[in-house]
């Protein structure tokens, strides 16, 4: 049986999500949507399954490879804007309609997940932020590798880093290779991606941060999708790009930029603000 | 940016931006305008547009120089109409703990430190 997955083109409306990668592989609890989705219609029985990807479709491919980690035929079919369902059907469905899936999981949009269809991923930050909080005790699945529940509602990848002196409050989620310094405070409703770096005493309460993001000490993310340097505010829908590395940035730029990513701050915050602890803006590295 | 006194409250009005570039000098000139019987300063930062981490550290350094000599719980500092993105910055420096914060007109309430 086939399938077809149309990959979503969600313009401006997430738009901190997608600026390094097209939708369908931004992560949410560790896995891309495409990989959700190949995953679900592997169980359906599918066997075959083409991706329609408006949106560099090259990443689409590089993300999804040929299929055999869910044991189907995969292929990336690049296509110039995303197709509606009709559409989709009517170009590559025309001539053998009874090879396909039975509706509706013959042509899929990914604008949701398959275990929660009632809830609109890609029309705002809210929304994308209320589905992976809703899809936190669901995203356990018999064939997920190394996640584990430490206790009721709070979720660790494989090695996940959290120092004695973290405090996590359920529910969150945190993914594989994260690192929590001491006296960091996670939760509640917190989702925390591959290789996140959350510094001293920082809290992350309502939010999610993106993969590779570091967060800096003693700062506070709440009701905020943080990815790489853009902050966004789901509740007000408002976005900044922090120009400060030691407050948020993406890992890869300190270890890209480091002579930018250090320097200003430490000469900015000794120059500025004689009374605060200088542990509380002192610098520090990323394990590596 | 304009520095203004009326019936112990110090505003500032007008500034454009608050950070690497003119922290120091916004820093400096406010410090001049203070006075043992200040019982608040108001920085209105509808205008501006940019805020970083040497921006956030002035008004910390401003705040700490204007109570080194008194009692901190007499003097109020400010911060009205931030656009969202600068009080996002505000927030993400937790400096919504340490000032009072009055958002602008339409969005969320404001916010008192805790």
Known sequence: MKALLICPDPGLAVAALTESAPLSNVPMLGQSLLEYWLAHLATLGAKEVVVLAADRPEQVLAGVGDGTRWGLRVRVQPENRELTLDEARAKHQANDRAAWLPAPNDVVLLDHLSSLPQ?????????????????????????????????????????????????????????????????????????????????????????????????????????????????????????????????????????????????????????????????????????? | MDINRQNGTLSVTGLRELNSANAHSFRSAVATALSHDLQAIEIDLSQTQTVDGAGLGALVSLYETATAHRDPDGLRLRLTNPSPPVQQMIELARLHHLFEIAPQAGS???TRPQ
């Open chain 2, 108 to 110: 969320l309430e404001g």
């Open chain 1, 119 to 288: 809830l609109p991923l890609i029309t705002s930050y809210a929304d994308w932020f209320a589905a992976a909080q809703a899809f936190m005790p669901r995203a356990i699945t018999s064939d997920r590798i190394g996640v584990r529940e430490l206790e009721p509602g709070v979720w660790i990848g494989l090695h996940a880093h959290i120092a004695s002196g973290a405090k996590l409050i359920a529910p969150c989620w945190i993914e594989e290779r994260a690192w929590i310094e001491t006296g960091a405070v996670i939760g509640p409703n917190a989702v925390l991606e591959k290789e996140v770096f959350i510094a001293r005493g920082a809290e992350v309460s309502q939010s999610l941060i993106g993969p590779k993001t570091f967060v800096g000490q003693f700062t506070e993310v709440r009701n905020s999708i943080a990815w790489g340097s853009s902050l966004v505010n789901w509740e007000r829908d408002s976005c900044v790009q922090v120009p400060d590395a030691f407050l948020l940035c993406s890992r890869e730029t300190r270890r890209a930029r480091p002579a930018l990513a250090k320097a200003p701050a430490k000469l900015r915050l000794r120059d500025y603000v004689s009374g605060m602890p200088a542990s509380a803006f002192a610098e520090f590295d990323p394990p590596r």
